[in-house]
């Protein structure tokens, strides 16, 4: 699955990633770097793995994303790393990805297919991705339902408001919630932004996804 990595914004490189343990959501690949990468980004990198006390403030605000060639973001909750360390960094480098569901992208890896979202709904550039996940982290309060949950922004149904994250959180157990940001930042009732939860992906295809289809064409 070729696949490009950002850190915020900027494209640091590619990566064709391959299943170590779909049971696990372990993926992994070589991964080839530009200049942003060995500019910004590997110093970090360099720090992690010689740091005794990682400092993850500092490794998560790199805000890595992978985005597949079929530009589906994935959500590893075990993490993002790097084998890369100053005492070989002429050698090859490889990415690591923890905690994918590979549920979702199991038909792009075994039957190849292109596509994993219908009309209306649309994929998502990086640049909306993050200000979708900032806008929700301004949105909600201490009360919220998702407070204490990481999320990652999936995709949105065009002409609206409403986009769907991937969320993991200890209190919830479906896996994607349905937003409806109200752009107006944060505000103290625990109800706004609505939502509708999801067990998992095929859940929202089929109760959301594939109705809103037929409402779009017809």
């Not at 049971?23 to 980004?41: A, C, E, Q, T, V």
């Not at 009309?119 to 996940?133: A, D, G, N, V």
Request: aromatic residues 16%; negative net charge.
């Amino acid at each position: 699955m070729k696949a490009t990595i950002f850190s915020n914004k900027d494209v640091i490189g590619t990566t064709n990633l391959e299943v170590g343990d779909f049971s696990m959501g372990g993926l992994y690949g070589d991964f080839y770097p530009n200049d942003n990468y060995f500019s910004k980004i590997q110093k970090y990198v360099w720090k992690f793995w010689s740091s005794k006390n990682t400092d993850f403030k500092e490794w998560n605000s790199l805000k890595f994303n992978i985005q597949l060639e079929n530009e589906m973001f994935l959500m590893p909750i075990g993490g993002i790393t790097f084998d890369d360390v100053e005492e070989l960094k002429h050698d090859q480098k490889r990415i690591d990805l923890a905690g994918v569901d590979t549920k979702i992208i199991e038909d792009f890896i075994i039957n190849n297919t292109r596509t994993f979202l219908e009309e209306p709904w649309e994929s998502i550039s990086i640049e909306q991705k993050l200000t979708f996940e900032n806008e929700l982290k301004k949105e909600i309060n201490s009360n919220h339902i998702l407070a204490d949950s990481s999320f990652s922004a999936f995709s949105i149904k065009s002409g609206c408001n409403n986009v769907l994250f991937e969320i993991n959180s200890k209190k919830i157990e479906q896996q994607f919630a349905l937003v409806h940001l109200t752009w107006k930042g944060k505000n103290d009732d625990k109800n706004f932004p609505k939502i509708e939860l999801f067990k998992d992906f095929d859940e929202f295809k089929y109760l959301r996804m594939f109705p809103d289809k037929i409402e779009w064409e017809y």
